[in-house]
């Protein structure tokens, strides 16, 4: 699984959008880009995944470049219940189901 | 909203003891995982199930551990003989589809287990 590299940290204000970089250089075509976050210890909460068009939830939205490089998830009004672990994940489809995580970016919002 | 439950929340054991960490994955999912994650560090895969055999394991997942499903709805990992380094919190995770699929792995809340 290719791998990823993220910030370590952000601040956001509440109430604005969180833009959380990834990096994913070497991702391969049949790779998928997931995000999971955790609130304090608690487990991985799965967000969004993509395999090259934008996509959207309830809770963010995930832009994956043109060349996959390189994605961005974004929480469009943060809250302070946001605040979390973030975690950018490249899976193959194929070959293996197992998550493989980083450090994540801790991500803090701001009243 | 279905969710992935784990029982117990918090197992205090000794150590040399045997330990059983108890999930139940979403009912219609077809593939269960166990995860840990050491006070501080990364979260950490340890095995994956699927038609009652283990698909693929990591270094961490030796003779010491083991995983079943005991009926229907249950998924048990039993580790033999609990050492200090076993402190953890372990979660189980499961997901509808595993390797050629592309759904999610869904997670639960863990459980932590102390060993004194």
């Known amino acids: 699984d290719a791998k990823t590299t993220q910030p370590t940290s952000m601040d956001c204000a509440e109430g604005r959008a969180a833009n959380l970089p990834c990096n994913h250089s070497?991702?391969?075509?049949?790779?998928?880009v997931y995000w999971y976050r955790q609130i304090h210890s608690q487990g991985p909460q799965y967000i969004i995944h993509?395999?090259?068009n934008n996509e959207t939830n309830e809770m963010a939205s995930l832009i994956i470049t043109e060349d996959r490089k390189s994605s961005t998830l974004i929480l469009p009004h943060a809250t302070l219940r946001d605040t979390a672990v973030y975690y950018c994940?490249?899976?193959?489809?194929?070959?293996?189901?197992?998550?493989?995580f980083g450090a994540g970016t801790i991500l803090r919002v701001k009243s | 909203e279905p969710e992935v439950t784990q029982t117990p929340s918090h197992q205090v054991t000794q150590m040399g003891q045997e330990v059983i960490l108890r999930c139940v994955p979403i009912?219609?999912?077809?593939?269960f995982y166990w995860y840990r994650q050491i006070l501080g560090q990364k979260v950490e895969f340890l095995v994956s199930?699927?038609?009652?055999?283990?698909?693929?394991k990591s270094e961490i997942f030796d003779d010491q551990f083991s995983v079943e499903r005991p009926d229907g709805s249950n998924f048990t990992l039993k580790i033999r003989s609990t050492k200090l380094e076993d402190s953890a919190m372990y979660f189980c995770?499961?997901?509808?589809?595993?390797?050629?699929?592309?759904?999610?792995?869904?997670f639960g809340d863990g459980t932590r287990l102390s060993i004194l």
């Open positions: 995770a499961s997901s509808v589809g595993g390797t050629g699929s592309n759904q999610p792995q869904h």
């Open positions: 070497t991702i391969s075509g049949n790779e998928y």
């Open positions: 993509g395999l090259k």
């Open positions: 994940i490249v899976r193959a489809r194929i070959g293996g189901n197992k998550l493989v």
């Open positions: 009912s219609n999912h077809l593939y």
């Open positions: 199930f699927y038609n009652n055999e283990i698909s693929e």
